[in-house]
């Protein structure tokens, strides 16, 4: 998987958080423990639930920082989409600008202006390697659209 240094230092710094967390969740294990029968102790259940869900995310988060390929766009040429790059598109058939930012992974933030595209999306496959005033076509259930890279942002 191709990420951005920015990517990897959201990943990291969530991993962070995660770790950190665990003393948090313990400590709510250990409080519920105190209140006494454990077979109904919804406080308990609960922060049990909540350690296993944050070690599960600590494993992916690991195993995605572990194959994670950052990639170094310094030596790109500027015209070039690639990774970590934000493109204007113009639908052609009805004219409307777009932007779209090509991410390794969507940090699933909704973003009014921009929409996060992964190179393994229709759209993020089709924007790979491609310039300005070249025009991409994307097969969607509703049939093809086609767009015009207008500008590259970095």
Do not use: W
């Amino acid at each position: 998987m191709y990420i951005t240094r920015e990517d990897k230092e959201r990943l990291e710094a969530e991993l962070k958080e995660r770790v950190s967390a665990r003393k948090q969740i313990s400590a709510r294990i250990e409080a519920a423990r105190e209140l006494g029968d454990l077979k109904e102790n919804a406080e308990y259940h609960a922060a049990r639930e909540d350690q296993g869900l944050n070690e599960r995310k600590i494993r992916e988060l690991e195993e995605r920082l572990k194959t994670a390929v950052v990639t170094d766009t310094s030596d790109l040429p500027d015209d070039l989409v690639f990774l970590g790059a934000t493109v204007r598109l113009r639908n052609l058939k009805n004219g409307r600008e777009e932007l779209c930012r090509l991410v390794g992974e969507a940090t699933g933030v909704a973003d009014a202006e921009i929409l996060e595209v992964t190179p393994g999306s229709p759209l993020g496959e089709a924007l790979i390697k491609t310039r300005v005033g070249d025009t991409i076509r994307i097969s969607t259930r509703r049939g093809e659209k086609r767009f015009e890279i207008v500008e590259i942002l970095t």
